[in-house]
C-alpha cells in the first residue's frame, strides 16, 4: 500500500537531490539520454557557478532586495493581522463581528495572479482608480507600477492587503479562550479597556507571536519568485529584482542549468540555517518551539 | 462582559470602529470598481466616470472573452487540473499515510525520517525542472499534477487523524476476514470524512490557483489553465504601457486604435471572470476553510 506514496517521494524529491549535483557541474541537455546519465557525464567544474554567481555585477544588489522585501514585509506585516484581531475582539455585537471578519480574510482566497491583476489595473495611469484620485486633487498620474521606487510599498501593501484577515484568525481564535472572570476581575480593580486590553488581551497571545515571528524570521530569506514575478518588469529591476528571479531567469529561461542548480542549493542551505536557528533561538527565550 | 465607560474607553471604540470600517472597504472597495468598469463603455472608464456602478453599461467586453479561442478553455482546464490532481492527491497521501499511522509498522521511523527530511532539504527548482524535461512531461499535464501528489503537511494531518480511529472496529473487521485495502477504503475513510475534506480543499485551492508551474512546463496554449490565461492577458498590454512610459504618446495610442475599444475593458473583464468562481464559493465554502485550517493547526 505504502508503494505508490514511497515511489513518489523517491521520484519527486530524492532524484532532485541528486540532480543538485550539477551545480558543481557544466550540465549539458542532450537529446536523447537519460537525465541519470547526463547527470554522470557532465565534467565537474567545482564552485564555478556558485563564483559567478558572486561575482554577477548585480549581486549586492539582488540581495539587498530579497533582504529589504522580506524584512519590510515583516516590519510592516507582522502587526497587522495582531491590530486587527485585537479590534475585533473589542466588538461586542455578534454580528458585525462575524461580518467584517468574513468580509477581511476574502482576499486571502483571491488568487495572486488576480491580486496583482487588480492592483496593475487600478493603478493604470489612464483607466486606474489611483490616477482618477489623483486628478480630482489636480495631480499628474504616474504608472506607478513600472517605477522601482514604488515597488516595495505596493508589494508589501498588497500583501497585507491579502495576510492580514486570514492572519487575524489564528491570533481570534487564541483570544476566545480567555477567561471571562479575568477581565470581569479586571473592571472590579477599575482597569480601563484599554489597560485591559494590554495586561490580559496580549499577553494570551504571546506564546503565538513568539512562534509566528520566529517562522517569519527563518523565511526571511525566502521571498517567493512568484509574486515577485508576476509584479516586476526590466524598468523595475533595481528594486524588484532578488535572488530568486534573477535565478529564474540565468538558470531556467537562459538555460543555465548548472548556474541555477547551484544557486538553488545554496538558497536551500541557508533557508535551512535560518530555519534551524531560528528555532533554537526560540526555545531559547521563551520556551516555544517548532519540535 | 461588564466593561467601562469612561472617556478612553470611548476614545478605543471610535478607533476600533474606523480600522474596521477602513477594512471593509478597502476589501470590499477595489472589487466592486473593477466589476463596475468591466460592464462599463470604455469612453466612460476614459473619462473617468466610473467609480463604484457601471456607466452606459454594456456587455461588449465579456463577450469578446467568451468568445475567444483560448480563455473559456482554460477555464475548463483549470477544473479538469484541479479534479484530477485533487484526486491524485487525496489517492496518494491516503495511501501513504494509512500504513504509517500504525505504530507498528516494520521501519516506520526509518520512512517517517525519509520523509521529514524532504520538508527541509530539496533539489530546488532547476533539477525538477530537468527531472520533468526528461521523463517525457514536458507541456502535458502530468507535469502539474505528479510532482505535487503529496503535500507533506498534509500527509502528517492525515496520519494523526488516522491514528484516531478506534483499532476494535479495524480489529473486528480483521476477524471477519477483511484484507488491509478494504479496511482502508470502508472503514476508516468514512469515518475521518473531515480530514479528508479539508485536506481535498487545500489541495483544490492550491492547484486552482497554480500559474507558475504551467508557465514553466506547458508551451500548448489549449492546455493553458485560467490563471495563467489572466496572467496572459493582463500582462500582454505591459508593452503598450511601456511605451507610454517612454513618452511614446503615438505607439500607445496606435496600438489602442488598432484593438477594439474597449482594449483595458478586456483586461478588467478578463480579471473578474477570473474572479468570479472564488467570489461566488467564498460566502458558502469559507466556513469549510477555516474550519479546515483549524484542524490543521490544532494538530500540528
Known amino acids: ?291 | 462582559m461588564v466593561r467601562d465607560t469612561s472617556v478612553s474607553s470611548k476614545i478605543l471604540t471610535g478607533v476600533v470602529h474606523i480600522i474596521l470600517f477602513f477594512v471593509l472597504i478597502a476589501t470590499l472597495f477595489p472589487i466592486l470598481h473593477i466589476i463596475a468598469i468591466s460592464f462599463s463603455h470604455a469612453n466612460e472608464v476614459r473619462q473617468r466616470n466610473v467609480i463604484l456602478l457601471p456607466r452606459r453599461s454594456t456587455l461588449l467586453a465579456y463577450k469578446t472573452i467568451l468568445t475567444d479561442k483560448y480563455i473559456p478553455r482554460s477555464f475548463l482546464n483549470s477544473v479538469l487540473i484541479t479534479a484530477i490532481g485533487t484526486s491524485i492527491n487525496l489517492l496518494i497521501t491516503g495511501l501513504l499515510a494509512y500504513p504509517l499511522s500504525k505504530n507498528d509498522l516494520p521501519f516506520r521511523k526509518t520512512v517517517m525520517i525519509f520523509i521529514a527530511i524532504t520538508l527541509f532539504f530539496g533539489g530546488g527548482l532547476i533539477p525538477l525542472y530537468l527531472l520533468v524535461l526528461s521523463l517525457g512531461m514536458h507541456n502535458t499535464w502530468w507535469a502539474l499534477v505528479l510532482p505535487g501528489a503529496v503535500g507533506t503537511f498534509n500527509l502528517i494531518i492525515l496520519i494523526s487523524f488516522f491514528k484516531s480511529v478506534s483499532p476494535e472496529l479495524e480489529d473486528a473487521a480483521r476477524i471477519d476476514g477483511a484484507d488491509y485495502l478494504y479496511i482502508f477504503f470502508r472503514i476508516v475513510v468514512p469515518l475521518s470524512k473531515a480530514a479528508i475534506a479539508a485536506i481535498a480543499l487545500f489541495y483544490a485551492v492550491g492547484h486552482w490557483m497554480s500559474w507558475f508551474g504551467p508557465y514553466i512546463f506547458l508551451t500548448d496554449k489549449k492546455k493553458f489553465p485560467l490563471q495563467l490565461m489572466m496572467m496572459l492577458t493582463i500582462l500582454q498590454y505591459r508593452a503598450a504601457q511601456s511605451m507610454a512610459d517612454r513618452g511614446n504618446e503615438e505607439a500607445l495610442l496606435q496600438y489602442y486604435r488598432d484593438r477594439p475599444l474597449n482594449a483595458e475593458s478586456i483586461q478588467y473583464a478578463t480579471l473578474v471572470f477570473g474572479l468570479l468562481p472564488m467570489l461566488i464559493i467564498y460566502p458558502f465554502a469559507q466556513k469549510y476553510f477555516v474550519r479546515g485550517v483549524m484542524i490543521g493547526s490544532l494538530k500540528a
Open chain 1, 1 to 291: 500500500m505504502l508503494i505508490p506514496g514511497i515511489l513518489y517521494y523517491i521520484i519527486f524529491h530524492y532524484v532532485p537531490i541528486y540532480g543538485i549535483l550539477i551545480g558543481f557541474k557544466d550540465f549539458k541537455l542532450m537529446a536523447g539520454r537519460s537525465y541519470l546519465r547526463m547527470v554522470m557525464e557532465a565534467p565537474w567544474v567545482g564552485f564555478k557557478h556558485l563564483e559567478s554567481f558572486f561575482r554577477a555585477p548585480n549581486f549586492w544588489q539582488l540581495v539587498r532586495n530579497t533582504f529589504l522585501l522580506s524584512f519590510f514585509s515583516l516590519i510592516f506585516g507582522f502587526p497587522a493581522p495582531i491590530i486587527l484581531a485585537l479590534a475585533l475582539n473589542e466588538v461586542r455585537a455578534r454580528f458585525y463581528q462575524r461580518f467584517v471578519q468574513t468580509v477581511s480574510y476574502l482576499p486571502h482566497f483571491l488568487s495572486l495572479v488576480a491580486v496583482v491583476g487588480m492592483m496593475k489595473l487600478m493603478l493604470s495611469p489612464s483607466t486606474g482608480f489611483a490616477a482618477t484620485v489623483i486628478t480630482w486633487f489636480r495631480g499628474e498620474p504616474l504608472y506607478f507600477f513600472n517605477m522601482p521606487q514604488w515597488f516595495r510599498p505596493l508589494y508589501i501593501g498588497s500583501g497585507i492587503w491579502q495576510g492580514a484577515g486570514w492572519g487575524a484568525i489564528i491570533y481570534l481564535a487564541a483570544l476566545a479562550g480567555v477567561s471571562v472572570e479575568l477581565y470581569e476581575s479586571a473592571v472590579i480593580d477599575g482597569a480601563t479597556r484599554l489597560r485591559q486590553i494590554w495586561h490580559i488581551t496580549l499577553p494570551t497571545i504571546k506564546p503565538t507571536i513568539v512562534i509566528l515571528l520566529i517562522l517569519s524570521f527563518s523565511g526571511l530569506f525566502r521571498v517567493g519568485a512568484e509574486k515577485v514575478l508576476l509584479m516586476y518588469s526590466p524598468a523595475t529591476y533595481e528594486t524588484a529584482d532578488v535572488i530568486a528571479t534573477y535565478v529564474l531567469r540565468r538558470g531556467l529561461l537562459q538555460q543555465n542549468f548548472s548556474f541555477g542548480a547551484a544557486v538553488g542549493l545554496m538558497n536551500s542551505v541557508i533557508n535551512l540555517i535560518l530555519l534551524v536557528t531560528g528555532n533554537y533561538v526560540a526555545k531559547k527565550i521563551s520556551g516555544q518551539s517548532l519540535w
